[in-house]
């Protein structure tokens, strides 16, 4: 089993910045791709940004790129995601995911990943 722990949320003011942080526990459970999602209130979960261990291979969703950059640290077994330029709709619960196994298509499905955290929540003040 695998256990994913955020870190890094909190309050901002638009225009800010904040580096969401994601630490596996196990990183030989996770041989395919990490990545971040988030769920606003009243709004379904959604794609932001992942990430493939083995060749560093990124996507984003369209919302934050060119905000937003995910990268890992195999060393540390970590995911990192430093937004930018934050605006008031990037406020959500963040949540780190993990998959297992490879799938083919886009990284953006949710059901493609098999561990999840808890989330940290991000909220952007106007």
């Known amino acids: 089993q695998v256990q994913l722990v955020e870190s890094g949320g909190g309050l901002v003011q638009a225009g800010g910045s904040l580096r969401l942080s994601c630490a596996a526990s196990?990183?030989?459970?996770?041989?395919?791709?990490m990545g971040w999602f988030r769920q606003a209130p009243g709004k379904e979960r959604e794609f932001v940004a992942a990430i493939n261990w083995s060749s560093g291979r990124t996507d984003y969703a369209a919302s934050v790129k060119g905000r937003g950059t995910i990268s890992r640290d195999n060393a540390k077994n970590t995911v990192d995601l430093q937004m930018n330029s934050l605006k008031p709709e990037d406020t959500a619960v963040y949540y780190c995911a993990a998959a297992a196994t490879s799938f083919s298509g886009t990284y953006s499905r949710d059901y493609n990943y098999d561990y999840w955290g808890q989330g940290t929540q991000v909220t952007v003040s106007s």
């Open positions: 196990r990183r030989t459970f996770i041989n395919y791709v």
